[in-house]
């Protein structure tokens, strides 16, 4: 190349801008002559000296350009895909409930994203919770913390775990070499009383990786973790519990590092004492009571629609009795932010927890950050229980009852803590007679005792059991007769009429039995979901060999329910045709068949077709029941008392429309609010068509072919002879049938 053009392109090039990272903005560079370099220069000209880097947006958000392959080499995954979130408010509440109000202001913006951010996550191009290197402080100290950050969580977490299992209350202690045979006896002194709780074993079980994930998962930490597992159907398997126990020792060392460790120990004091060492106890040194979070509730008031307090009842009087009036603006706020509203939402460290039934609200507040669910439950059984006795809950009977009603609230719960919810118990000594309670000396022995909802002393002259398998079907169908959503909703109810404490077991065609026991059977075994008893029957039992084993409570109840999502065809199949014949008359032909073998028959049989709302003159012809049209239900509705199974019958019915409206603005004559959730359908210019709705009850038949195998009784103190009865009854729940398109013109 001649000279004088490479002088040329050596100027170009000298004058051309250099190439900085799009992160990085150098808003001022002053750089010191080589002959100054030695010299400490003033704090304004140091300030002018540095390079001020700007980052736009943070580096959590996004990954550096710069740091993104031109070409993804690897093959896009078939499987699922992992969700990460994204949103900062998620991520602060998750903060508040492991740190408490305002931890989610304790760490800068960057760090705490940075906390839950696995090494996995964008191939580690936006950090992670390895080493947390980014905390606003110089590298050099930055480089010596690298591999201690997440060790030093680690070890806050341990030390605290030590401490609260040296001051935990009733913790088991070594009985073993308990008699020396020399008659010697060893040191004793308060201070090393409780060493021997902190044994190695104890300790590294409550610190282990998966105890530590049972308390991210309290406090909400997967649902802001940022990683992607290997498996995203099953993060389990991918090493989730690893990843959830590395945000929590993430989280205590960056509190280390930016706030100093009184801050960091004290959030592992809480982590590690009030949640591992006490509600997950080891199965070495730490039995006995008292490590489980209890279920406890400060005040529960009855309130109505608006708010008004009807009746409150305060059990601890740590919390003032004036923070209900906040109850209906929390509510209010919480539906204006969202449709679903939450059950329960908190306000300056109060917990408002509520049910609404009929026209009351039921309220529990408390301050103890204690079993939500529980509570929940708590105030269902408060319903059941008052139903019992007033037959129906409402205002008018909370003010009719309060005397009672308080006499049931002082039963049911003490100091804050559920005791009795069985009415049955409750009955035996709170009576409604004359409205004035009887004051027994000393409550029933099925108060105290373990069997709480049975009384002892039961005595009957014929000793029965009623047993009643109930199966409600749900379906959904389409107008072409596909079957869009299936399920079976089972409960299995019981009447026990027997003398003494008995004890039952049940077996069921279970499926899941079968297969552990490695037996064949001949029939149709079920695979039940969702499986929800009673608090009589024993649960290890049940977990061990499937055996359902229980003391039945006096009287009626429901054992258990299940639930089954199976496909399952129509037992009433159902198909339509509807025309229109030039606008002024609308006419329905449709045929039903049963689905079910020829020796059921279903009984009370309705099927509802929903026709216009300004039909009249209705004209019907069938081959049995009866027809008639509901103008109150804009529908006709077809009664067949006996429907026999593999039968099939016809009807046609023709209806008049006198106002004069098109089949898209009529809605095709099928609009609405009647069918239920799961039928509707959008029409024409937006409006719902309504369903054909199916209702009926077949007697000594089931869908999923569930069977009671046996119904063993015994009593071994009286040893009587008794009666099991079992029925089987398959009803109709939400069935709903999509109607065609008009025809005709």
Same mark, same amino acid.
């Given at each position: 190349?001649?000279r ?18 799009q ?7 002053h ?59 998620k ?30 996550f ?52 070594s ?63 991918? +090493?989730?519990?690893m990843?959830? =126990?590395?945000?929590? $020792?993430? *989280?205590?060392?960056?509190? %280390?590092? /930016?706030?100093? #460790? &009184?801050v ?45 307090t ?6 601890? +009087?740590?919390?003032?009795?004036? =923070?209900?009036?906040? $109850?209906? *603006?929390?509510?209010s706020? %919480?539906? /204006?932010?969202? #449709? &679903? ?135 959904l ?31 069921l ?11 064949v059977t ?6 039940m ?20 084993s ?171 002879p ?13 069935i ?10």
């Amino acid at each position: 190349m001649p000279r004088t053009s490479r002088l040329l392109l050596d100027v170009f090039q000298a004058s051309q801008p250099r190439a900085i990272c799009q992160c990085v903005r150098i808003e001022s560079v002053h750089r010191k002559p080589a002959y100054t370099r030695g010299y400490v220069a003033t704090v304004p000209a140091q300030q002018s000296e540095m390079e001020v880097e700007t980052r736009v947006p943070l580096r959590w958000s996004y990954t550096p350009p710069s740091m993104m392959a031109p070409v993804h080499s690897r093959l896009k995954s078939q499987g699922g895909r992992h969700e990460v979130n994204k949103d900062p408010q998620k991520l602060n509440e998750m903060y508040v409930r492991l740190l408490g109000p305002g931890g989610d202001k304790l760490l800068s913006e960057e760090t705490k994203w940075l906390a839950v951010t696995h090494k996995s996550f964008d191939h580690g191009r936006r950090g992670f919770n390895d080493r947390l290197a980014f905390l606003g402080i110089n590298k050099t100290h930055s480089q010596q913390l690298f591999h201690t950050d997440i060790k030093a969580g680690k070890r806050i977490v341990e030390l605290q775990t030590s401490l609260g299992m040296l001051s935990l209350a009733g913790a088991a202690r070594s009985t073993a070499n308990s008699q020396d045979p020399h008659g010697r006896k060893p040191f004793e002194h308060p201070a090393i009383e409780a060493v021997e709780r902190l044994s190695e074993p104890s300790r590294t079980w409550v610190t282990y990786h998966k105890q530590i994930s049972k308390v991210a998962e309290d406090y909400g930490v997967p649902a802001v973790v940022r990683w992607v597992p290997k498996n995203p159907e099953s993060p389990a398997a991918s +090493g989730a519990d690893m990843v959830h =126990a590395q945000a929590i $020792f993430a *989280i205590i060392g960056a509190l %280390a590092l /930016e706030k100093g #460790s &009184a801050v960091a120990n004290e959030a592992a004091r809480t982590v590690s004492t009030d949640r591992l060492a006490l509600r997950y106890p080891t199965p070495f040194a730490l039995s006995g009571p008292g490590h489980s979070t209890p279920t406890m509730a400060s005040a529960v008031f009855f309130l109505d629609l608006k708010g008004k307090t009807l009746l409150a009842r305060n059990y601890r +009087g740590d919390i003032p009795m004036s =923070a209900v009036e906040k $109850f209906p *603006i929390l509510l209010s706020e %919480a539906e /204006e932010e969202s #449709s &679903a509203v939450p059950p329960c939402f908190s306000d300056e460290g109060i917990n408002y927890l509520y049910i609404r039934h009929s026209n009351l609200y039921l309220l529990a507040l408390t301050k103890r950050n204690t079993n939500a669910a529980e509570i929940l439950l708590f105030l269902h059984k408060i319903v059941e229980v008052f139903t019992e006795y007033f037959k129906e809950l409402e205002e008018e009977s909370i003010r009719d009852n309060f005397v009672i009603i308080y006499e049931l609230l002082d039963e049911m719960m003490d100091f804050g803590y559920p005791q009795t919810t069985e009415s049955k118990i409750l009955q035996e000594y709170i009576t409604q007679e004359s409205h004035k309670l009887e004051i027994q000396a000393r409550p029933p022995i099925a108060v105290t005792n373990a069997v709480s909802w049975r009384s002892e002393g039961i005595r009957y002259r014929k000793n029965e059991v009623f047993l009643d398998v109930i199966e409600s079907l749900n379906l959904l169908v389409s107008a072409s007769g596909n079957v869009l959503r299936s399920e079976i909703l089972g409960a299995i109810k019981m009447k026990c009429y027997l003398s003494g404490m008995p004890e039952l077991r049940l077996g069921l065609n279970d499926k899941v039995m079968f297969e552990n026991t490695g037996r064949v059977t001949r029939g149709k075994a079920v695979e039940m979901e969702d499986v929800k008893f009673h608090q009589c029957v024993r649960l290890s039992r049940f977990e061990n060999d499937r055996t359902i084993s229980f003391i039945p409570p006096d009287g009626e109840f429901e054992l258990m329910s299940y639930r089954l999502n199976t496909a399952v065809k129509p037992l009433i199949w159902v198909e339509c045709v509807v025309e229109s014949h030039s606008g002024s008359r609308i006419e329905y032909m449709l045929k039903a068949k049963a689905q079910f073998k020829r020796r059921s028959t279903a009984n009370n049989v309705e099927i509802i077709i929903p026709v216009p709302d300004d039909a009249d003159s209705p004209r019907f012809r069938t081959n049995i029941g009866s027809v008639h049209y509901a103008p109150e239900k804009s529908a006709i509705v077809w009664k067949i008392k006996q429907f026999g199974g593999g039968k099939e019958f016809l009807m046609r019915a023709e209806l008049g429309l006198p106002s004069v409206k098109g089949d898209d603005e009529r809605g095709g004559g099928m609009t609405g609010g009647f069918g239920g959730s799961m039928g509707g359908i959008p029409g024409e210019g937006g409006k719902a068509r309504r369903p054909i709705n199916v209702k009926f009850e077949i007697p000594y038949f089931t869908t999923s072919g569930i069977q009671v195998r046996y119904l063993k009784i015994i009593e071994p103190k009286l040893q009587y002879p008794s009666l099991p009865w079992v029925r089987y009854i398959t009803q109709s729940g939400d069935i709903a049938v999509r109607l065609p398109e008009v025809q005709g013109g």
